[in-house]
């Protein structure tokens, strides 16, 4: 079984890494919170690396790449905790670009002037819903009974709200504002759903490339740090949960990594196998941030370190 990236592939994650080292260190990161827990020029620089236009097909203007080069940019993204909600406007260029009629919104997008977000509830049964990136998305993809919609969302609408993640979310009451129907029907419902399902996959490598970084910064601690004249690294109760996690971090990538390939071969399991994928990373998330902030002891505990940076975003 081959895990190896293609030579394609390895070029996208280097490129994404190495303009991500930059742009979001935790220096950025902590920078982004103190105005709400989005990067404007991180986005951009994005935007101009094709980051917007990987998923949208190429006839409307996008790169029409695979879902799986995505996942590698979402996996990078997850590692320096970008400030930006990337996976929704990955999954919401691309509704908008099948779904078509938007162009000079979708060109916006994909340059990284606006910003678009995805809704996860049904409006017509909860016009009011929490939409993540909503504090600087300008518009939200939603489905609306048995329409897809286009809510435009004006700046008056968007109110932050103080998060422990730190991420520009916000309340919204998408049925009080204006909205453009992009899509009726089986077909419509269909794309937007599937779109939903990606969001799961993008999410779960997010959060194991989150928890890699994050087990990787304890591991490394504990080979630096001095108890009783040892190091704690050298401690079981240290160095086995950390093998146990990268246990866990590697299966759920390769969970998110199974489920792609099973789209991609038309199985009937698929679905299940994204859900799994989606629902296994959080947990493995969650049971990572927890014990490499107990590495640090107290000083994991505070928000001066970075450790709890991916502690509050898991």
Request: charged letters at 20%.
């Amino acid at each position: 079984m081959n895990f190896d990236l293609t030579e394609e592939q390895e070029m996208v994650r280097e490129t994404f890494a190495r303009f991500l080292d930059e742009n979001s260190s935790p220096a950025r990161v902590r920078k982004a919170i103190e105005t709400g827990g989005f990067d404007a020029e991180m986005w951009q620089g994005l935007a101009e690396l094709g980051a917007f236009a990987m998923r949208v097909p190429e006839e409307a203007g996008g790169m029409g790449m695979g879902l799986f080069e995505a996942a590698i940019l979402a996996e990078e993204a997850g590692r320096t905790i970008a400030s930006g909600p990337l996976c929704e406007a990955l999954v919401a260029a691309r509704l908008i670009g099948q779904l078509g009629g938007q162009d000079d919104l979708l060109g916006r997008v994909i340059g990284g002037e606006t910003v678009a977000s995805v809704a996860m509830q049904d409006m017509a049964e909860f016009p009011r819903q929490w939409i993540a990136g909503g504090l600087v998305a300008d518009a939200v993809v939603a489905r609306r009974g048995n329409d897809v919609v286009l809510v435009s969302v004006p700046a008056e609408a968007r109110v932050a709200e103080a998060n422990l993640a730190s991420t520009p979310i916000a309340e919204i009451d998408l049925g009080a504002l204006p909205a453009t129907v992009l899509g009726s029907g089986a077909e419509a419902l269909s794309l937007f759903a599937g779109g939903l399902e990606e969001w799961k996959l993008l999410m779960a490598c997010a959060l194991s490339g989150l928890s890699r970084a994050a087990l990787l910064m304890a591991a490394q601690y504990s080979g630096e740090r001095k108890a009783f004249g040892v190091f704690i690294g050298t401690f079981q109760a240290l160095s086995h949960p950390m093998a146990d996690l990268i246990c866990e971090i590697d299966s759920s990538k390769f969970l998110a990594w199974k489920a792609m390939r099973s789209i991609a071969d038309g199985e009937a399991e698929a679905g299940a196998q994204i859900s799994l994928a989606a629902w296994y990373a959080a947990g493995a998330a969650g049971r990572t941030v927890r014990h490499a902030v107990q590495t640090f002891g107290g000083i994991g505990l505070t928000l001066e370190h970075d450790v709890h940076l991916y502690n509050l975003r898991a």
